[in-house]
């Protein structure tokens, strides 16, 4: 099994166990993290970042046909078989992810696997920097999204 962590501990490595649940009992095939289900300590999230992430996850819900509530939290699950299957497939969508999320999500939705939400306790950084620049990396993420439109929705 793959899980992935972000190394800032802003997702605490204890919900680790939540994902690889998920993933072993069936309850879905692709596991991924929400940090916007329970409340955030104070600067934990940016507010530009907060409202980028939430349409987002607004366009993801519509394009995808199934409900993401954070597009963007770094910590996700899923058998290495799996991502075997999506890593090979990965120019499908295009090959400019900056950080792997969407990457991850939109192949996973490919391969037609059964994605799962794992809500998870979000925290203020108390490690590194960020490495998000909000408009380069925002404006990627949405030409991402728009690659990923032309290949789902004007192909029905």
């Known amino acids: 099994m793959l899980i992935i ?3 800032d501990l802003t997702v605490p490595p204890e919900q680790l166990p939540k994902f ?3 993933i072993r009992l069936g309850k879905g095939e692709f596991a991924n993290g929400t940090r916007l289900i329970y409340p955030m300590e104070d600067q934990a999230m940016r507010f530009l970042n907060l409202v980028a992430n939430k349409v987002f996850s607004l366009l993801f819900t519509w394009l995808l ?7 963007l939290c770094g910590t996700k699950a899923m058998l290495r078989s799996d991502y075997t299957r999506l890593k090979s497939g990965r120019s499908y969508f295009g090959d400019f992810d900056p950080f792997g999320d969407f990457d991850l999500i939109f192949g996973a939705s490919k391969l037609g696997l059964k ?3 794992i809500p998870t306790r979000y925290a ?4 590194g920097q960020t490495q998000i620049s909000r408009f380069r990396h925002g404006f990627l ?3 991402m999204v728009l690659f990923a439109f032309m290949r789902i929705k004007s192909m029905q």
């Open 5 to 7: 962590l972000d190394a």
């Open 20 to 22: 690889w649940d998920a």
């Open 65 to 71: 046909s199934q409900r993401f509530t954070d597009s």
């Open 115 to 117: 994605a799962v939400e």
């Open 124 to 127: 203020s950084r108390t490690y």
């Open 141 to 143: 993420l949405l030409r």
